[in-house]
């Protein structure tokens, strides 16, 4: 790393030296974060990561305050050979070529260059200029401040590695990014202070025009003709620039033309030279920091007009596709009708992509893909910014992005492809529409990606009905004038309308299940300290050990139950409490034998009473043969006289054998809290407990995975509530999402479309996963991952780098 001048040496110092405090104090903030937002959190699994991520994160926090400075050296001798290699403007974190674990590090350390780049925008602009001249730099160099927020990010993120559990560098990251951007902004400001006290001037960014630009002397049109200049194919042309043209204006099919480039730098505006100012749109790709900028930068997108050879090579366009020069790929029907027989888990993923036909019966006109493409060719005319032709190309190439996502089903790729005439429409008014989250636009195709998730199965009656909602609203979308997000928010709302409706229908399913285990819990609580209670009654000397069992247990349970439903908070609702003394004494010879009138009138009515328990509580009388058989043994000394009519009136032969040990009188000691709650026959009907068996063939295994691959262990870990399976039940696939957990994860709740639940113990989810009936679901957000794909594709695919450009140029074409 060569060695910086004094005056940006004394900037890097003081970052040096303010490292420690500096992210000290933002893990602090960002451990109260953490830890409000755990309380506030309504799921018990997710409580659970919260208090995990922040425990972990208070642990790591002095030796990352103290390791930070020198991460941040080490951060600035990694990202200066990629900057220079690159020499354009690396502020969003474009990736160079290097091998996979560098991707891998790339992509970790981009995702935290993203959460905290945008905080920094207004103190980093004035920062890149005057570090710029402090380097001796004639003109603004972003890529080589060496206070950039890339370094800060990478540093951070290599603290981050090596966590104990996969999920918490994401977590960290979310709630450190605002604190550390906070920090950072503050030392930006002393670093400012250090610079403008040495009376630096501040870099400006270069005007560089093209050779045609110097014989430019005609005025701009206002609207520039589509036969205007000349250029495409494989010569140069007037405007163009460089061979090979323009992947925007260029063939739409993937890996044509040799990308694009914003002709501004992303610093936003129009720069003039001899009257003209039209963009260059030639040499970069989509995978280009210039396009970084434009999906992730606060700054508006470029109002430069555009050069008259691109309205020609748009014409050319038009022609080919109107020609049939353009070939597609047929959507295949019969592949459609093979997967019908297939188990849902069984097919793989039909192709889909803007340039395969889709289903005519289903959409139509815009089931061709050449009446898609002319489309899109036609819109590329309308336009006149550059903002207007990246955002049109940014469009078909999310859109083509989606539509390869294996996680969605085939149709619902099928549609986001069918409604990009729509989308085009919206970007030719909203060109960035697909970088804001909440913006009506983008927040359509991913519910309606996210909604799909429900469903397994795109031949269910279930899915079919989802799937012809949205089959309608994307088709109106499709014949709408579209000038702004409006109509797509409104056909978001009444989407959301419907789905909520169907989801109030499911949420009674859901709850009933639910409530139904949350009432045992806290019935299992409350029975856990009536029990311990009844452990310390003097009058439990001499009691059989079966008795004592049966107190600590069902009856215990049966006290629970009836303090948990009576209404007026009695001590002993029911009077159940009443019933123990009369048992205990019962169950002493010692004391009965002195006293048999006794017994023979608080036996009939005390066994009466205990029966009547057992049913409050919902048990069968089967389910408590033992302690009962037990009990009349120890009757039996006393009630000898009476014991053969009552034994016939029961249809008993004799007095029951019981184990010796039940009739041990030692003191016995209540089940420790804690465990999974006892529930009812009609509890566990209601919580959908069932032991899943298979019906059909042999256990599926996917394909390249055999039974002895999956790591169980591994798998239960990683669910969380909300995590989606597909999962073989009643005998059929179904889509189910975890719903609940119980505190020791030993009881799993998933519930199905339809608000079906479906429970089971941990051996059980255990077993259906090692015969693969259970199958987690990889799920989770379509559009962020496909903008994340693009930004990655030109470091994944070896794509060559961009033509050399000095960092701060703007690229006039005229």
């Known amino acids: 790393m060569a060695a910086l001048p ?13 490292a420690s405090a500096l992210l000290g104090r933002a893990i602090d903030q960002a451990i109260a974060g953490l830890q409000q937002e755990e309380q506030r959190c309504p799921l018990v699994a997710q409580r659970r990561e919260l208090a995990d991520a922040w425990l972990e994160l208070t642990r790591r926090r002095d030796d990352w305050a103290q390791r930070y400075a020198h991460a941040l050296d080490r951060a600035r001798a990694e990202v200066e050979p990629v900057a220079t290699a690159k020499a354009a403007p690396d502020r969003f974190g474009g990736l160079s070529l290097v091998d996979d674990e560098a991707v891998v590090h790339e992509i970790e350390s981009a995702r935290v260059l993203q959460l905290i780049a945008p905080r920094l925008e207004q103190p980093l602009t004035e920062l890149d200029g005057l570090m710029s001249t402090a380097l001796g730099l004639e003109t603004v ?17 290599e603290l981050m590695q090596a966590p104990p559990q996969p999920g918490l560098p994401k977590i960290w990251a979310r709630h450190l990014a605002a604190p550390l951007a906070e920090e950072v902004a503050g030392l930006y400001g002393d670093a400012l202070k250090v610079l403008r006290g040495a009376r630096l001037a501040t870099a400006t960014y270069r005007v560089l025009p093209t050779a045609s630009a110097v014989a430019a002397a005609a005025p701009q049109p206002t609207a520039p003709p589509a036969q205007a200049g000349s250029g495409g194919g494989g010569g140069q042309g007037t405007g163009t620039g460089t061979g090979g043209g323009s992947g925007l204006a260029g063939h739409d099919g993937p890996g044509a033309g040799g990308g694009a480039g914003l002709g501004n730098s992303g610093v936003g505006g129009a720069a003039s030279l001899g009257g003209a100012s039209w963009a260059d749109l030639s040499g970069y790709q989509l995978g280009d920091e210039l396009f970084q900028n434009f999906l992730f930068s606060r700054a508006q997108p470029s109002t430069q007009p ?28 019969q592949v459609v009708h093979q997967q019908r027989t297939l188990a849902p888990v069984e097919r793989p993923p039909r192709a889909v992509a803007t340039t395969r036909e889709l289903d005519d019966a ?5 089931a061709q893909a050449r009446e898609r493409s002319l489309h899109r060719s036609r819109l590329k005319k309308e336009a006149k910014q550059v903002g207007q032709v990246l955002g049109l190309e940014v469009v078909r190439k999310l859109v083509d992005q989606v539509a390869q996502d294996p996680r969605l089903l085939a149709p619902v790729r099928e549609a986001i492809v069918a409604v990009e005439p729509a989308l085009l429409r919206l970007a030719l008014a909203e060109p960035r529409f697909f970088s804001e989250e909440d913006h009506a636009g983008r927040r359509l195709v991913e519910r309606v990606a996210e909604r799909s998730f429900r469903y397994n199965d795109e031949f269910s009656s279930e899915f079919q009905e989802f799937f012809t909602g949205v089959r309608s609203a994307f088709q109106g979308l499709n014949e709408q004038d579209v000038q702004d997000d409006q109509p797509f928010a409104q056909v978001l709302r009444k989407l959301e309308e419907h789905w909520t409706a169907e989801d109030t229908v499911e949420e009674r399913g859901r709850k009933i299940a639910v409530d139904a285990i949350h009432f045992a819990e806290a019935r299992e609580a409350e029975a856990a300290q009536i029990a311990w209670t009844l452990s310390q009654r003097s009058d439990l000397e001499g009691v059989p050990a079966v008795v004592q069992d049966f107190l600590y247990g069902p009856w215990s349970l049966v006290m629970a139950h009836a303090r948990l439903t009576e209404p007026d908070n009695k001590m002993d609702p029911g009077g159940w409490t009443a019933v123990v003394t009369d048992l205990l004494w019962s169950v002493k010879p010692e004391q009965t034998l002195r006293d048999p009138a006794r017994l023979f009138t608080t036996v009939p009515g005390m066994l009466e009473r205990l029966r009547s328990g057992m049913n409050l509580l919902g048990q069968e009388h089967a389910e408590n043969d033992t302690f009962f058989g037990a009990l009349e043994k120890l009757h039996s000394p006393v009630l000898r006289l009476r014991a053969k ?11 029951p054998e019981v184990d010796p040990a039940l009739l041990s009188t030692e003191r016995q000691k209540p089940r420790a809290p804690g465990g999974d709650p006892w529930l009812s026959r009609r509890e566990l009907h209601a919580a959908g407990f069932e032991d899943e068996q298979p019906s059909g063939p042999a256990p599926l295994e996917a394909q390249g995975e055999a039974d002895e691959d999956v790591n169980v262990a591994a798998v239960i870990a990683s669910l969380r509530q909300g995590s989606w399976v597909d999962l073989f039940a009643r005998g059929r696939w179904r889509r189910a999402s975890l719903t609940w957990v119980s505190s020791r994860a030993t009881l799993f709740m998933f519930v199905s479309n339809g608000g079906q639940p479906h429970s089971m113990t941990r051996r059980s989810l255990e077993r259906l996963l090692r015969d693969r009936l259970l199958r987690p679901v990889e799920a989770g957000a379509v559009v962020p991952r496909a903008i994340e794909a693009l930004s990655q594709q030109r470091a994944h695919a070896g794509a060559p780098p961009p033509p050399r450009r000095m960092a701060g140029e703007v690229r006039l074409a005229a």
């Open 645 to 655: 009519s009552r034994r016939a009136a029961q249809g008993l032969e004799a007095v």
């Open 306 to 333: 555009l050069a008259p050879a691109y309205y020609a090579r748009i014409d050319q366009q038009v022609a080919a596709v109107e020609a049939g020069a353009e070939n597609y790929e047929p959507y295949e029907a």
């Open 362 to 366: 289903v959409w139509g006109r815009w």
């Open 141 to 157: 160099h972003p890529e080589q401040n060496p206070l950039r927020p890339q370094v800060f990010a990478r540093a951070l993120q």
């Open 6 to 18: 004094a005056i940006a040496k004394q900037c890097t110092d003081l970052a040096g030296a303010r």
